[in-house]
């Protein structure tokens, strides 16, 4: 069974890269890749970068000689619901994008939905965004639906309804709807999408406060990871027959399209 990961930061993925450490890197540009064999799987990881043309771009090249069964998008986002507490991981069951308009429902199938459950990962409507907004009016535009904010999910869904190949987007809150980051993302990240250690010690320089801020948010990430990789070594060590069933099951569409 061939899996594609996708997660848009190192940090994502990092602490599943240490639980299962046999993950070789294949690639460094324009996309760093890895790659492990698990029993009857092969699993590449992409580290995307952040926004939705770095994610489209890392599909594209993840596909082009990698023919996934099964892809999750698997990384932090923006609780929107008080519910949705720090380190919490939800899946994502449908998402606009709040640029263009358009809505994805990913529908998951009994048994995935039980297993999910059974980890304690929540449904959720996922907001995906161009640049980070207050928090508390974007949850007011979910509408009191339990909701995330991410920067990529809706080229993600997109992408695979495109392509037929089943999907799950893998959320974990890294900052509460009442966290406020204190920084401008925009400012530590660089043109691929990643943070800039340079971009973050000239914000520390120019804007001593953000000290505290940087510190905060690196402690509420390593949570939200250590969260993620639980819920990802669940599912990657699945007997591969049974994820492949379950796989099956999984469907992305356009909201409204009817079910074949």
Known sequence: MHILI??????EYAPLKRVLPSF??????????????????????????????HA??????????FSPELIVFAGFAGGLH???????????DRVRDMVSGEEYEFSLGGRVSDLLSGEGVRKVFALTISDPERKRSLSARAGGRLAVMDMETSAVAEEAMRSGISCLCL??????????????????????????????????VQKPATVRALYQSWVRSRAAAMSLCSVL??????????????????RVRRAGELVE
């Open 82 to 92: 008080p519910e949705l507490g720090v380190g919490a991981v939800c899946v994502v």
């Open 233 to 250: 070594c669940s599912l990657l060590q699945m007997p591969a027959g049974r994820l492949g069933e379950m796989t099956r099951e999984i």
């Open 171 to 204: 959320r974990a809150i890294s900052d509460g709807v009442n966290d406020d980051l204190g920084f401008n993302v925009g400012d530590i990240t660089d043109g691929a999408g990643r943070v800039s250690i340079r971009k973050v010690l000239r914000m520390v």
């Open 56 to 65: 489209r771009g890392a599909f594209a090249a993840a596909t082009v000689d």
């Open 6 to 11: 996708l997660c848009a930061l190192p940090q």
């Open 24 to 53: 070789r890197s294949v690639a460094k540009t324009p996309f760093p890749t890895y790659s492990i064999e698990l029993p009857g799987k092969k699993i590449l990881l992409l580290e995307t970068g952040m926004d939705v043309g």
